[in-house]
């Protein structure tokens, strides 16, 4: 029985149809051998090049993330062959444009932060998507979007083809419309992202794409915390330090150094989630403020311009020389030692991470028991 004529009950004698009668792309259909609920789509391609879809389809079989919705099978029936995918609630990105308004620019960059995430871990896997477009990035209730369409043949694209297809796609979120020939102008940072990716040059390179977005759709820096609401308590100053230490224990373990550390590149996530430093390719022009009295880029100047960092969080301004600790409190001697000007004197990672981890401990008796 032929899928197509609409009387075919059940696809390679374990996915049946919900409904057989139905029409469309995608088909509910249970997997009656896994027992779960699944969706079938058609692969329509010209005979000589079915064998050549089914295999490049079957490579996204392991293909697992978070915000992809997964191929599970690629069967044949009667040569035509179907993909099966993982069963995905919510509206498409193109349903919730055309029929209400333009997403805000939070809720696009969220879209952004969970489409690239797919994107690079497909790429990562040496599998383009090629088809990156508002119909086949879905909503879901809970805020997250999902990217469907894999396992579609590839029309020989490259990753950077993906990058490029979600800029149109982001433009077609905040804009309304495909970018055409004159993408939209704006100054707000998404817009300008959106309009560097549509580059016929090529797009920025993928870590700065999700640095960015990750900047607009989840975090807020450091220096906009103290900017807005001054000094940060203690205990959120020891985590941050913490979190900080950690990543560039990460960086200093492969003979490296970080030479941005400031406020601005650390991003606070929403949720409470640990503080983030951002890589140092997105770093602006030198922060003379947070910048090692030696003035060389090290791991030992990273430790001082990091000691800087959490002065300016825990006091609420910029730490210019001199100035005094009033807020400090049992974090100061970790300080001190950080903005040592010796840099043997600031100490390793391993016994400043133990200070901090007493500090933080003290900090949240003293609130605990303040209850």
């Known amino acids: 029985m032929h899928l197509g004529m609409g009387k075919t009950t059940k696809l390679a004698g374990r996915y049946r149809l919900l409904d057989p009668l139905g029409g469309g792309v995608a088909r509910p259909a249970f997997d009656e051998l896994e027992h779960r609920d699944v969706t079938v789509r058609a692969v329509h391609v ?3 090049l079915r064998d050549a879809a089914v295999r490049d389809a079957r490579r996204a079989i392991g293909l697992r993330h978070a915000s992809i919705v997964g191929v ?5 029936e009667k040569g035509e062959p179907w993909l099966v995918t993982e069963s995905a609630t919510g509206a498409s990105l193109e349903r919730t444009v055309l029929s209400r308004h333009p997403l805000p620019v939070l809720q696009a960059a969220r879209v952004g932060v ?3 995430s797919a994107l690079l871990a497909a790429h990562a896997e040496g599998i383009v998507h090629g088809r990156v477009n508002p119909a086949n990035v879905l909503l879901t209730s809970t805020g997250r979007a999902l990217l469907s369409g894999f396992g579609f043949p590839d029309p020989g694209l490259s990753p950077a083809s993906d990058l490029w297809s979600l800029a149109a796609t982001l433009h077609f979120a905040v804009e309304g419309r495909p970018p055409g020939p004159a993408p939209v102008a704006g100054a707000d940072p998404l817009r300008s992202l ?3 990716m549509l580059d016929p040059a ?7 794409v999700a640095e960015t977005l990750d900047r607009l759709a989840l975090d807020r820096s450091l220096d906009q915390v103290i900017a807005s609401s001054g000094a940060v308590p203690i205990g959120q100053v020891v985590a941050i330090g913490l979190a900080v230490l950690d990543q560039l224990a990460a960086i200093h373990s492969r003979g490296r150094h970080h030479g941005a550390v400031h406020p601005g590149m650390v991003l606070l996530p929403a949720g409470g989630a640990p503080a983030r430093l951002r890589s140092a390719r997105v770093a602006g022009p030198p922060m003379p403020d947070y910048t090692a009295p030696e003035g060389v880029a090290s791991q030992a100047a990273d430790l001082w311009s990091l000691g800087a960092t959490l002065f300016a969080a825990v006091e609420g301004r910029s730490p210019a020389p001199g100035a005094p600790l009033t807020r400090a409190g049992t974090l100061a001697p970790v300080l001190f030692r950080l903005l040592s000007g010796d840099p043997a004197q600031r100490g390793d990672l391993a016994e400043l991470r133990q200070e901090l981890l007493a500090v933080g401990a003290e900090a949240e008796g003293l609130r605990t028991g303040s209850r």
């Open 114 to 116: 969970c489409v690239l």
């Open 46 to 48: 010209p005979p000589e």
């Open 72 to 76: 599970l099978d690629v069967v044949v």
């Open 202 to 208: 090529g797009p920025p390179p993928a870590e700065v």
């Open 194 to 196: 959106i309009r560097a």
